[in-house]
């Protein structure tokens, strides 16, 4: 699967892609990640992401991929200052990480989303 300009929501519950302008019900992390074409730092972001996504998060989450070369004017609306930079808009309050993601303890730590795989597992028994 390629990463382009967007991604639906990926459910490990098998929950119904919501719109972007829909929330699923229940916790949603919602994520950018800005890139300028397709660098190798670019696909080394978009990777480890992917990665990131797939053994860390169980919860909801959707996953927009934005490319500046595209639409460079959203780099000044959205505030970013590097790429590739992750952002976290939801659950509030936001969060950025700047980098290829290649750190991956770091970016589980700064999305807080530590043990979000063993809270979900406690909870349903």
Known sequence: ??????VPVKSKTNAKA??????????????????????P??????SNLKRICAEHMEEQYRVEVI???????????HQILAIPTLV??????IRKIIGDLSDTERVVVGLDI?????????ARG
């Open 1 to 6: 699967m390629k990463f382009l300009e967007k």
């Open 67 to 77: 490319d500046l070369v595209k639409n460079p004017a959203l780099a000044r609306d």
């Open 88 to 93: 976290r808009s939801l659950p509030v309050p």
């Open 41 to 46: 730092r670019s696909q080394a972001a978009i």
């Open 18 to 39: 919501a719109s972007p302008l829909e929330s699923p019900p229940g916790k949603i992390i919602d994520l950018r990640l800005y890139i300028a074409g397709q660098t």
């Open 114 to 122: 530590r043990g979000t795989k063993r809270r979900a597992k406690a």
